[in-house]
C-alpha cells in the first residue's frame, strides 16, 4: 500500500512568485486535502477536493488554488507569494465511506517566502 | 467558530509515568474527535477518536473519553514508554471535509 507522497520536500521562493506544490494520494483514496501549518501552530485547512472538484474552503485567499487529476492526485498553487506564506504545507487523503474520517498525511512541503 | 485549544508543551515524562494532554473544543454542530500523532520524520497519523458524547477512543495503550459536558477530549496514558515520543494533536471536524487542529503538544519521555 503506498502512503501520501509530496514533492518537493523543501522550497525557497521569493515574494510575488508563484508556486505548485504535488501531492499523490494514498492508494485508493478519491479525497485529498491540503492544510497549512506555521511554526509552532497546528495545520489549517485550506481546501478539500473530491472527483476533482471543490469540497470545502478554509479561511484563504482566492490566490490559493487546487487541482486533482482523475488519478486522484493533486496541485496546490499559491500565487503572489506573502512572506507569511512561509510554512510547511500537507496533503492528507482519505476516503468518502467507511472510515471517512480518517486523515492520511505526507510528510509535507516546507515553503519558505524570502 | 469550531476550535480546538490543547495543553501547551513540551512535555517531559520519565518512562512509566502517567501521561494526560488536556483537549478543550469549541463547535457549532456535533463534531467527532481526535487526536493524531507526528512522530519523528513521519507525517501525521490518527490515534484514536470518538464521534459522539461519552464514546471512548481508545488505541496503543492511549485513551481519550468525549465529554460533551465539560467540552473536553483529554488524552491519557497509564504508562508511556521512550517510542511514544512525538508531538499530539487535538482535532475536531463538524463537517467531516474539514478538520480543526490544535497547535500540538510535543511529548520526551525519557528512559
Known amino acids: 500500500e503506498t502512503g501520501v507522497t509530496q514533492s518537493p520536500t523543501h522550497l525557497i521562493k521569493t515574494r510575488g512568485q508563484q508556486v505548485t506544490l504535488r501531492c499523490s494520494s494514498q492508494s485508493g483514496h478519491n479525497t485529498v486535502s491540503w492544510y497549512q501549518q506555521a511554526l509552532g501552530q497546528g495545520p489549517q485547512f485550506i481546501f478539500q477536493y473530491y472527483r476533482e472538484e471543490e469540497n470545502g474552503r478554509g479561511n484563504f485567499p482566492p490566490r490559493f488554488s487546487g487541482l486533482q487529476f482523475p488519478n486522484y492526485s493533486s496541485e496546490l498553487n499559491v500565487n503572489a507569494l506573502e512572506l507569511d506564506d512561509s510554512a510547511l504545507y500537507l496533503c492528507?487523503?482519505?476516503?468518502?465511506?467507511?472510515?471517512?474520517?480518517?486523515?492520511?498525511f505526507g510528510s509535507g512541503t516546507q515553503l519558505s517566502v524570502l | 467558530g469550531d476550535s480546538v485549544t490543547q495543553m501547551e508543551g513540551p512535555v517531559t515524562l520519565s518512562e512509566e509515568a502517567f501521561l494526560t494532554i488536556n483537549c478543550t473544543y469549541t463547535a457549532t454542530g456535533y463534531p467527532s474527535l481526535f487526536w493524531y500523532v507526528q512522530y519523528p520524520g513521519e507525517g501525521l497519523q490518527l490515534l484514536l477518536k470518538a464521534t459522539k458524547a461519552d464514546d471512548k477512543g481508545s488505541n496503543k495503550g492511549f485513551e481519550a473519553t468525549y465529554r460533551k459536558e465539560t467540552t473536553s477530549f483529554h488524552l491519557e496514558k497509564g504508562s508511556v514508554q521512550v517510542s511514544d515520543s512525538a508531538v499530539y494533536f487535538c482535532?475536531?471536524?463538524?463537517?467531516?471535509?474539514?478538520?480543526?487542529f490544535g497547535t500540538g503538544t510535543s511529548l520526551t519521555v525519557i528512559p
Open positions: 482535532a475536531l471536524s463538524v463537517t467531516g471535509n474539514q478538520f480543526y
Open positions: 492528507a487523503s482519505s476516503l468518502t465511506t467507511g472510515d471517512y474520517e480518517k486523515l492520511f
